[in-house]
């Protein structure tokens, strides 16, 4: 077994303390890999805090994960040692239903093996994420993080930035697309990086005019107020694709008004409560309303690729282990620009 060190929360209500563990041995098809960084999505959040219900203790969070491949098994091939390797959400699947069979992995009817707060297929042993200095990881789950990407600003990409990829490409977002990002945050940074890459004309539709410069600087053509009733109507119809990744309550018929004929609007931030959605926000434009969860692990590797080419990674702010309790909390109060990565050589 590898004894490994990690920051885990011991039950829902308790900050996260240093608590070590055993991996297992990589088996032929796994690679082991030194864990350097790791994102912190809101998701880690609340599923310490056991706000999503069945959560398992103790629990090591993180799934945006990246480090340097230290060993592989006997059988590993797109993987050697010293490689800079990403692990996401998750670490495997059935891989034989019909979701798996499409490279849907994360649709897995038998429920993916998802990085922490779960179980491998066997359902018996608990996962464990990212706040951690190792992993071993099957390498058909594992990712590979293009050289010349900062390690750092490359973890964010494995849950915000394929949560964000996965609609656009789904939604054939390119050239011309007039896309509306709602929410500049963790996913919304990204969501108009790849989109402005992807060649979109993108609107950032924001409640705080003091984001407007930066949603500028990160490839947004135009900035709107969606606390000035005015926008809506301004921009009624306007949009081919928008993507809502707001986790407050809002009211998704005025964001669907902005939506143009045959557009879409894809919600992959989860409000608290359900959101009422009247008949006629749809059916004035056969206007579709859905939704997205992260992506495949061959979309995901697609994203990494097309980030690699084109330079793209999350703004990030790095910190020591050690102020991990107190990145929740600036977190909750979305002061970080756009996402805490964690140094896991500080463990
Ligand atoms: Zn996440
Ligand atoms: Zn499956």
């Given at each position: 077994?590898?004894?490994?060190?990690?920051?885990?929360?011991?039950?829902?209500?308790?900050?996260?303390?240093?608590?070590?563990?055993?991996?297992?041995?990589?088996?032929?098809?796994?690679?082991?890999?030194?864990?350097?960084?790791?994102?912190?999505?809101?998701?880690?959040?609340?599923?310490?805090?056991?706000?999503?219900?069945?959560?398992?203790?103790?629990?090591?969070?993180?799934?945006?994960?990246?480090?340097r491949?230290?060993?592989?098994?006997?059988?590993?091939?797109?993987?050697?040692?010293?490689?800079?390797?990403?692990?996401?959400?998750?670490?495997d699947?059935?891989?034989?239903?019909?979701?798996?069979?499409?490279?849907?992995?994360?649709?897995?009817?038998?429920?993916?093996a998802?990085?922490?707060?779960?179980?491998?297929?066997?359902?018996?042993?608990?996962?464990?994420?990212?706040?951690?200095?190792?992993?071993?990881?099957?390498?058909?789950?594992?990712?590979?993080?293009?050289?010349?990407?900062?390690?750092?600003?490359?973890?964010?990409?494995?849950?915000?930035?394929?949560?964000?990829w996965?609609?656009?490409?789904?939604?054939?977002?390119?050239?011309?697309?007039?896309?509306?990002?709602?929410?500049?945050?963790?996913?919304?940074?990204?969501?108009?990086?790849?989109?402005?890459?992807?060649?979109?004309?993108?609107?950032?539709?924001?409640?705080?005019?003091?984001?407007?410069?930066?949603?500028?600087?990160?490839?947004?053509?135009?900035?709107?107020?969606?606390k000035?009733?005015?926008?809506?109507?301004?921009?009624?119809?306007?949009?081919?694709?928008?993507?809502?990744?707001?986790?407050?309550?809002?009211?998704?018929?005025?964001?669907?008004?902005?939506?143009?004929?045959?557009?879409?609007?894809?919600?992959?931030?989860?409000?608290?409560?359900?959101?009422?959605?009247h008949?006629?926000?749809?059916?004035?434009?056969?206007?579709?309303?859905?939704?997205?969860?992260?992506?495949?692990?061959?979309?995901?590797?697609?994203?990494?690729?097309?980030?690699?080419?084109?330079?793209?990674?999350?703004d990030?702010?790095?910190?020591?282990?050690?102020k991990?309790n107190?990145?929740?909390?600036?977190?909750?109060?979305?002061?970080?620009?756009?996402?805490?990565?964690?140094?896991?050589?500080?463990?």
């Open positions: 077994m590898i004894r490994t060190k990690a920051y885990a929360a011991q039950k829902p209500s308790a900050p996260l303390a240093p608590w070590e563990f055993d991996r297992r041995d990589p088996g032929d098809k796994d690679v082991l890999i030194d864990v350097t960084h790791c994102g912190i999505c809101h998701s880690d959040i609340h599923q310490v805090r056991d706000e999503w219900g069945g959560a398992t203790f103790p629990m090591v969070p993180g799934h945006e994960i990246v480090g491949v230290s060993k592989v098994g006997a059988k590993v091939t797109r993987f050697k040692v010293g490689d800079l390797a990403g692990v996401g959400c998750m670490v699947s059935c891989r034989d239903c019909a979701p798996c069979r499409k490279g849907l992995e994360q649709f897995c009817a038998k429920g993916a998802f990085s922490y707060n779960s179980t491998e297929m066997d359902r018996k042993t608990p996962t464990y994420g990212g706040y951690s200095n190792r992993i071993v990881c099957d390498e058909a789950f594992t990712l590979r993080i293009p050289a010349g990407l900062d390690p750092a600003g490359a973890a964010p990409l494995l849950c915000a930035g394929i949560t964000t996965s609609p656009l490409r789904h939604w054939k977002a390119g050239k011309g697309t007039r896309l509306g990002v709602v929410g500049l945050g963790g996913l919304g940074h990204m969501a108009v990086k790849l989109g402005a890459a992807l060649g979109c004309e993108v609107t950032m539709l924001s409640t705080s005019p003091g984001k407007e410069a930066d949603a500028r600087r990160l490839g947004a053509a135009a900035f709107a107020l969606t000035d009733p005015e926008t809506f109507k301004k921009l009624a119809g306007r949009f081919d694709l928008i993507i809502d990744t707001i986790s407050a309550p809002h009211d998704y018929n005025a964001y669907l008004s902005m939506v143009a004929v045959d557009g879409a609007m894809v919600v992959v931030g989860v409000p608290p409560a359900p959101a009422p959605v008949a006629f926000a749809l059916i004035g434009g056969r206007k579709t309303l859905a939704g997205s969860l992260i992506g495949g692990i061959a979309e995901t590797q697609e994203m990494l690729d097309f980030c690699g080419k084109h330079g793209i990674v999350s990030v702010e790095v910190i020591p282990m050690s991990v107190e990145a929740y909390e600036r977190t909750l109060k979305a002061d970080v620009r756009y996402r805490f990565v964690l140094d896991t050589s500080t463990i």
